[in-house]
């Protein structure tokens, strides 16, 4: 039976187990310019808690409040952190940074969220996920790039496709980046993460069966896979679910004893495979001889 942490580190899941990437500079009061803004600003002196949010403690446990570093090194990090994930693990040349919001970001004018925002509009997002992506691939990827899991039905998709097709792609990111689910799971000053290799709550158990599908592990990025959807099988009247590994995969198997900690055999159990194998090897080596004796006493 194969253990389902070595599954996740096999794909690149063990980025959810180091800490998220966070920076926040504390930015001027601004006067709020659109209905998300005027909501979010209303929450925020409402002092009401905003992610990130940890969707298994879902009803255990309130969302936490956030807390930031503020130094030039924080911001490097979470820009560096912003670019892998809203780009799907794509290269990007020097040029085609967002320098302007990277500034804003370091001076305090936005936020986290913002920066996001604005690098999921930007040319290299467009001509890379978008112009030359079926409708089905961009929204899978929006999923994927800006809150973190992958679609948990056909109609999560049908709806994002309908309003892309109605405002376009930026009202598609809009939605998804000023929705209750980024603030609650994400807040203003994280970057968003793969978050859907846990078992989430109110998520489909296949949920991570189409995550491994839409992470290939650090040697890929979704531009390089294609612009065809890599989740369209799973939502077919006939679903095809199989995780299909990234090559060169070595996965780790499931302990068959509690004693087995770490992932790894009690000693004993070591020793005496030892035993065996060396038995073995003995054997085959007795019926070989015999057989090669007899065939020159013959």
């Known amino acids: 039976m194969i253990s389902s942490q070595s599954i996740i580190t096999k794909f690149g899941g063990e980025r959810t187990t180091s800490d998220p990437s966070k920076f926040d500079r504390k930015s001027p009061i601004k006067i709020a310019s659109t209905s998300a803004e005027f909501l979010q600003a209303s929450c925020e002196k409402l002092s009401l ?11 255990t446990k309130v969302p936490r409040g956030e807390l930031a570093d503020s130094s030039v090194e924080a911001c490097q990090k979470a820009i560096e952190a912003a670019y892998a994930h809203v780009y799907g693990n794509a290269h990007l040349m020097d040029y085609e940074r967002s320098v302007e919001l990277e500034s804003q970001l370091l001076n305090g004018e936005i936020a986290i969220k913002d920066f996001v925002k604005g690098i999921a509009k930007s040319e290299f997002y467009q001509r890379n996920f978008y112009a030359n992506c079926s409708p089905m691939r961009t929204i899978e990827l ?12 056909q109609s999560e998709i049908s709806n994002f496709i309908a309003l892309q097709a109605e405002s376009g792609h930026g009202a598609v990111i809009d939605a998804m980046v000023d929705s209750a689910e980024y603030l609650e799971t994400f807040g203003k000053h994280t970057v968003p993460y793969m978050r859907s290799w846990k078992s989430s709550a109110g998520a489909p158990q296949v949920t991570f069966n189409r995550t491994a599908a839409m992470s290939l592990g650090y040697a890929y990025s979704d ?26 995969s070595d996965l780790e198997y499931m302990e068959m004893s509690m004693a087995w900690s770490g992932g790894r055999p009690p000693k004993i159990v070591t020793k005496i495979a030892t035993v065996l194998t060396i038995a073995g090897l003995i054997e085959v080596t007795r019926v070989v001889a015999i057989v090669a004796f007899s065939a020159v006493a013959s």
């Open 49 to 59: 808690p905003m992610g990130p949010r940890l969707h298994e403690e879902c009803e």
């Open 142 to 153: 929006d999923f994927k790039h800006l809150l973190g899991r992958v679609p948990y039905s």
């Open 223 to 248: 531009k390089a896979i294609g612009a065809a959807s890599q989740l369209n099988q799973s939502f077919s009247p006939q679903p095809n679910n199989i995780i299909v590994f990234p090559n060169g």
